[in-house]
């Protein structure tokens, strides 16, 4: 269903195979989803998304589950039904509770709404906003 | 340069006027910012904005510096920059670091990016992440 | 400060001229602002977009005021400063009110807010919905 | 489907019961659409959205039809299938034909071409368009 | 599905008729797909709009295969599954190979990340871009 | 203007200047924009995007200047100012003509508006778009 095949193990490159060794390793699953075996098509591309991907997401100044929760408003915001599932499932595997989800969701709706009035009112920034 | 006027104190009805003596009330200051002196052309929409505005940002599951942080995500996701401009300088008002802007900044790149391959090659949503 | 020179009157080909000319006689105006002068880099562009937009805009089931609130909600849901601030004005000379662009403005923040909010719950569509 | 459940009329709290009596006594029909339900996870996001709704979408200086078109304007320039789906539905229950549905639709992609054609362009906004 | 009924060539009008008679001599092919099949309940609609896709997309300073790379793009950011889809389909059809669309592909990712890094830290356009 | 400093050379830290260094002998000139030193403030970040980007943007199945116009393409269909005036600096710099970016903006504007018809009427994908 995908506009290029999505590739079995047996199928990739030595280079995707390699990469897809890290994700087992770091994930610590077998499981490898759709989204990485699409990629593989393109080994430069699968290898510079999974580390930028593993990178970002990795603990700094923000907490992984806060981490993920971002993700999950970005994806929302730009309707992308692949990146709200399979983030909402990365996160309810770090915790995230149907709480937790539903304040999120609150937040993206919001703040829709107020980016529109904003937009669609050509409001001004205020000169306290510019430092 | 808005395309309703930015209305000031003086120009206020009585209901936008009850509003905004409440954003100062709750805000501790006396600064009205520019996005509610647009709205206050209609007092109901003004109303219940800002009553919206005051329940969803309030602490809950989510502590107030994450739901700002989730906002500014969703405002650069959705291109308005008055809403990206105000809710960073709030964020900021709560303590947040340019650290941690930077990794919230991180995580919009890297969701716009991932959303627009999964997309572009229609990637199925694979089973485990359908519960 | 277009990424294209804004071209003037005197600058024009025969066949974007004749455009112009049609723009003004049909606006009974002899203003033609920026959006034809970028475009008449490209007649074959101008003449298709003129055309098009003077047959989808004239009255037909719905007038031409109801039209142009449609392209003002679309445009703010797009972030187009340019297409929010040309076609208010173009409502206001139509007779739009404060008070219905208010409302308008109201229905577009709202329809974004709910927009997120299926999309961010995956919210599946009703059978009764699909006739 | 969605990333919550769908909660039934029986596992509904005590909150979210009392909107879904409003929204059978508005609408005068039994039938609750997900989006509700989903919804009701939050009552006080429930709550809120409906009574914004409700006010949004009453007649005032719009009528109810001309509020359900821009409704799907909206909702189409964001990619929401759900809300597209819906409010076309409610179009259609107040009488919105085949023909008035056509013309939105062409003004829909007019305004999302010319939006795009004055992005891409970097159209400077007239002088005359700043009131 | 679609919210109109996907015409069949018995229920055409005759000025769709003859639009869908040019699009088959055009394409060399009987097939004509559902996008066309929906837009003809407005004939004026189908024929505008066929009339641009057949002058935008023929060749010019771009050849066909480049420009339905760029509408691959374009629907991808733009998150339209039919678009994606049908043009994917074109491309492949004009010869595009796997590595050209994971390429493609690639740049979509790309842009749409620093679009986004661009917009949450509101970059400031360099002069040297200014001309 | 940005939301954080625009750090000059001598505010770097070794890892950023490492970069701006392979920015300047890539690009062969002194010249390196605001992006980048926005960026800098987190030197993984800078780092990670400045070698995707010269991964991405190097000649391979497709030539360097086709890719700059997909960049264009993907920044408008996204609102982002900054981007597409600095892709479209680039493209001409790589000998994009005014004829080739008029072509490339009229294939952004067509797919806009298509992808917003289909979306809109909820056009269901041909089968034979499904391989």
Redesign the interface.
């Known amino acids: 269903?995908?506009?290029?095949k999505?590739l079995e193990d047996h199928e990739l490159s030595t280079e995707s195979a390699a990469v897809f060794a890290d994700i087992r390793a770091t994930r610590k699953t077998e499981?490898v989803?759709?989204?990485w075996r699409?990629?593989a098509?393109?080994p430069?591309?699968l290898k510079?998304?999974w580390?930028?991907?593993k990178?970002?997401?990795a603990p700094?100044?923000?907490d992984p589950l806060?981490?993920e929760?971002?993700?999950?408003?970005?994806?929302?915001?730009?309707?992308?039904?692949?990146?709200?599932?399979?983030?909402?499932?990365a996160a309810r595997a770090k915790g995230m509770?149907?709480?937790?989800?539903?304040?999120?969701?609150?937040?993206?709706?919001?703040?829709?709404?107020?980016?529109?009035?904003?937009?669609?009112?050509?409001?001004?920034?205020?000169e306290?906003?510019?430092l």
Chains 1, 2, 3, 4, 5, 6 share one sequence.
Do not use: W
């Open positions: 269903m995908s506009t290029v999505i499981f989803n759709n989204f699409t990629l098509h393109d430069a591309l510079r998304t580390e930028s991907v990178q970002v997401m700094g100044a923000l806060t981490k929760m971002i993700y999950i408003a970005v994806s929302a915001a730009q309707s992308c039904e692949y990146c709200v599932r399979s983030h909402t499932a509770t149907d709480q937790q989800l539903m304040e999120l969701v609150a937040i993206v709706g919001m703040a829709a709404e107020t980016n529109r009035l904003a937009i669609a009112l050509q409001t001004p920034v205020d306290a906003f510019k």
